[in-house]
């Protein structure tokens, strides 16, 4: 029996459990509804703009002010983030419109002709390539559901909510060419240990990327995000997906790609690490195993005591979520949530617990545990872990707690 299995049986048991009362929702009387009416047809309906949500939801990106998360390395003073509203999310996949967006050259989003755009191959490979859109669409694709997330995704005690504290990840399917499929057509010569990706903007956006990397199943060159073309905020029409690894290595608007023996320390890299020594440029973290609780979470109120489902999201760059735990006590003890989703290596994996609240002060965490056996740390096993000068390159994959109040309340734990 697997996980998911276990998790489906404790599920359907707890249903049982709970049948003679409601967990949410009141029962009716024979003759009464309680229904509100069917909104009625007006002069006012039109039809929808495409992907156009409910004038009723009101999620949104927010965006995070240049200068304003004391975690951003950018000397350049650029660097700005839209969040992703992680406290609306249901599910998995963050819909294209709401992904996170980081862009070093500020708001500037390249407006590309896919017709005009190529991608260049080139450098240490027997035969340079250069690929129209068309030609790339020719190579097998794949689709794959992989998050992403920026390293300056580093929860802030001043954090009000999760979104601000955590709304530097998104999920989606991409879909694209295996990378290795593309150097294997340019034949990759002996010696060659690293490439430089290039973006079409003026500060070209470069990654250099282990070559290894670059070859492994999980490299896409994308077009594809949930069902369509990328969007323009998110590399339209090309972008690299590195996943498991620091977002900043999936370079949008995909434009050059260079084989080369040598690391190359680009606009990028150098704006991440203080350091041109390729052994101590960490250019190769994988992202460790981490988990928000997404509700209840800071900002948001409980009306009254009764039962709720706290819920989440858990990931690693290292492959599958195993396990979520979650506490209620501050981490005293823990319990094994449920995992409420399927679940895919270096993908947001959703989890649940279903919970009474009785009114009291609690402390509520999570932690996650990846298929490699990692444990995800507390903030002050991160801090023993990374240096002060060093955690701005660390995956900032510590415990965030909330702290609920006798009235409801839900704030930042950290302090
Ligand atoms: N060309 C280019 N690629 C880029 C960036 C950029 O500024 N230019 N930002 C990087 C960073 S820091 C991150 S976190 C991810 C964010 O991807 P997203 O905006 O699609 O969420 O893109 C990476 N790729
Ligand atoms: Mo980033």
Not at 112 to 123: C, D, F, K, T
Not at 220 to 233: D, H, K, S, T, W
Not at 236 to 264: H, M
Request: neutral net charge.
């Amino acid at each position: 029996m697997d996980d998911i299995q276990r998790a489906r049986r404790r599920f359907i048991k707890a249903g049982f459990a709970l049948a003679s009362l409601p967990i949410a929702g009141s029962r009716l009387t024979l003759g009464q509804t309680g229904q509100s009416d069917v909104p009625k047809r007006d002069a006012n309906d039109k039809l929808m703009a495409y992907g156009e949500p409910s004038r009723f939801v009101t999620s949104e990106r927010i965006v995070e002010i240049p200068g304003s998360g004391g975690s951003h390395h950018d000397p350049f003073g650029l660097t700005n983030h839209l969040l992703t509203p992680l406290q609306d999310s249901v599910g998995i996949i963050t819909p294209a419109s709401l992904h996170y967006v980081a862009a070093h050259a500020g708001f500037y989003v390249p407006d590309i002709n896919p017709a005009e755009h190529r991608l260049m191959i080139h450098g240490m490979v027997d035969h340079p390539m250069l690929f129209t859109m068309e030609e790339l669409k020719r190579f097998p694709s794949m689709s794959r559901i992989h998050y992403l997330e920026c390293n300056a995704n580093f929860p802030k005690a001043r954090d009000k909510t999760v979104q601000e504290a955590a709304g530097r990840t998104s999920c989606n399917e991409w879909t694209g060419v295996p990378l290795s499929l593309l150097l294997n057509e340019a034949g990759v010569q002996n010696g060659a240990n690293w490439i430089v990706a290039e973006g079409a903007e003026e500060n070209k956006g470069t990654y250099c990327i282990p070559l290894a990397r670059a070859m492994d199943e999980y490299c896409l060159v994308a077009y594809g995000q949930n069902g369509e073309a990328i969007r323009p905020q998110n590399g339209f029409p090309l972008r690299l997906l590195v996943p498991g690894l620091e977002a900043i290595n999936s370079v949008k608007w995909l434009r050059r790609i260079t084989v080369t023996s040598e690391f190359y320390m680009t606009y990028n890299n150098m704006g991440r690490y203080s350091s041109i020594d390729p052994n101590i440029v960490k250019t190769d973290y994988v992202q460790g195993p981490k988990s928000v609780i997404t509700f209840p979470s800071g900002g948001q109120k409980l009306p009254s005591p009764g039962h709720y489902e706290i819920t989440g999201l858990a990931w690693s760059g290292a492959g599958a979520v195993r396990k979520v735990e979650i506490s209620v006590d501050g981490g005293k003890t823990w319990k094994e949530a449920q995992i409420r989703s399927a679940v895919h290596r270096i993908a947001h994996t959703r989890f649940g617990m279903s919970w009474n609240w009785t009114g009291e002060e609690h402390v509520l965490m999570s932690r996650c545990t990846d298929e490699k056996g990692q444990l995800q740390p507390t903030p002050a096993e991160f801090n023993s872990r990374w240096k002060p000068e060093s955690r701005g390159e660390a995956h900032p994959n510590f415990i965030l707690p909330w702290k609920l109040g006798r009235d409801g309340m839900v704030q930042n734990g950290l302090s």
